[in-house]
Every structure is written in structure tokens, then in C-alpha cells.
């Protein structure tokens, strides 16, 4: 293999995917594929074992960068959304959003557009989305900052409501479960029993330790606003 033309062989199909997971992209972006535990690593270019101590470094270099952003839920953009794990979206977006982090270097992107692999009309195509969503990109609500009962139809999309829907609905069996004397310590460790989150089926779904804090939070949040709501009838 030449330093002047890599060989990307195992990248290949991954580009010809039109949506990626976030976690999937995040590896591809960094160029490294894991096995489905996610403790052995190999290198897309060279297909040689990565250190685990250098992939994660690199996966977290990008996570970091992805989760600290909003990210929009058009159509088109967004395939898919998970309340407990990771959201689909166009491969095009991640490279859109890639190429406003210079600290961030994807060492196959020239060669896969010269070689045909990705196109340019597309990535025009997939910015003009973007572009013309600008507003919901910039206010685009996390988990704990969806829009409150009451906003105008518009301002709410469809996923942004049902989020909001499932948040009230687990803020309000919390509170069911605290009046029952039972903690959300007490419930997140019931959940791992029934969860054991090595099982190659259960990688990558969301049901970690922080996820479910995470959503407890966010849940509690959503219910407050909702009693609020109701307190002004």
C-alpha cells in the first residue's frame, strides 16, 4: 500500500450507507471500526489492530465535539430518533458539521470524493437543507429544554412533541414510584438487572448508568412544566 493513495477498502461500504448512527459515524469519522462490544478496534485505512487506549482517545476527541452541539431533526437530515439511544442521520450531515471543526481531521474525505465515492451534488444538496433550516438548528431543544405546553404548532415539530410526551409520561411514574417510597436509585438499579449492557444485543442501547440519569432529569423537568401548566387553569 502507498502513503499516496490509502487503501480504504473496509470503508467502502460504510459509504455507500445514506444514514449513519451518531456512534457509527463518530468511529468512521476517525477512522477506526470496533467489534460489536466495542473492545477491539481496526483501522479502516491500513485494517490493523487499533489500540483501545488510541481509539477511545479518538472517539472521544469527536464525541465530545458532537454531543456538545444541537443537531436539527428535519426530514431528510434526521432518519431516525431514539429517546434512549442514538439518532440516524444523513451521512452528508456529519460532513457538513465536520467541516466547521478544523480541530477535527477525517483523513479519507479528499479521497473518497476523488474517487467517487461520495458525492458532490448530494453534499450541496444535504447543505441547502441545512442552510435553510438555520433556525432550527440554532434552537433545536436537547432533552431538558424542550418547548414548554402551550407553543404555537409550529414551533413544535412532531418529534420535539413526542419526546416532550415521553418525558411527561416517565416524570410522572417517577413521581408515582417517589409517593411509593422508592427512589430513582433504588429503580435504576431494579432496571440493571434486567439489563446487562456487555450483551453484544443490548450495545449501544442507551441504557447506561448516565443515559438513564439523564433522562430521569429531563423527564422531572418536562413534569414540572406540565404541572405548572395545569396550576394556571
Known sequence: MSDSKPDWDALIPLLYKEFWAENEAIYILAGIKPNESETSFISLRTGKRVPASEAKYLYKHI???????SHPWTEGILYSASYTSWNDYNKYYYLHWVAKKPFIEVEWLDWAYSEGHLKEDEKRRIAKLID???????????????????AKPNEVSKSEQKLENVYRVTGLLLKVLK?????????????????DPDAPENANKGLKETTVEEVFAASNKALKRLLESEDDF
Open 63 to 69: 464525541f465530545d465535539s458532537w454531543t456538545g452541539d
Open 132 to 150: 435553510g433550516n438555520v433556525l432550527s438548528i440554532k434552537t433545536e431543544a436537547k432533552p431538558d429544554e424542550v418547548p414548554k405546553r402551550g
Open 179 to 195: 409517593e411509593k417510597k422508592f427512589t430513582q436509585k433504588s429503580l435504576m438499579e431494579r432496571m440493571q438487572t434486567y439489563y
